[in-house]
C-alpha cells in the first residue's frame, strides 16, 4: 500500500511551506487538483511524473515547476523504489 503525507512547515497570510512525502503514491484515478493559488515547487528527492490536462513532465530530484492557480495536474506517478519528497510553496 502507498503513503502520502503533508506536513505544514510555515503558513502565514501571503506564503504557505508544505513538505509533501510521496511513497508511490500517486493523485486518485479521476482526480484533479484546482487550487485557488500558485504552487512553487521543487523536488528534493525521488523522481514523479506530473500531468497537466494537455501535458507530461517527468521531474526529478533537483527539477522545480511553477503551476499557475486554477491549472488543473495530478501527480501521475512517484517513485517506487524511494521516497518522493518535495517542497511546496503556495502564494
Do not use: P
Amino acid at each position: 500500500m502507498s503513503h502520502h503525507a503533508f506536513d505544514n512547515i510555515f503558513s502565514n497570510k501571503i506564503v504557505e511551506i508544505e513538505r509533501i512525502v510521496f511513497d508511490g503514491h500517486h493523485t486518485s484515478d479521476g482526480k484533479w487538483y484546482d487550487q485557488e493559488k500558485n504552487e512553487f515547487v521543487i523536488l528534493l528527492d525521488g523522481s514523479a511524473v506530473l500531468r497537466f490536462e494537455d501535458e507530461f513532465f517527468e521531474i526529478e530530484r533537483g527539477d522545480y515547476i511553477l503551476i499557475e492557480k486554477h491549472k488543473k495536474h495530478r501527480v501521475e506517478s512517484t517513485d517506487k523504489k524511494k521516497k518522493t519528497v518535495w517542497l511546496a510553496f503556495f502564494f
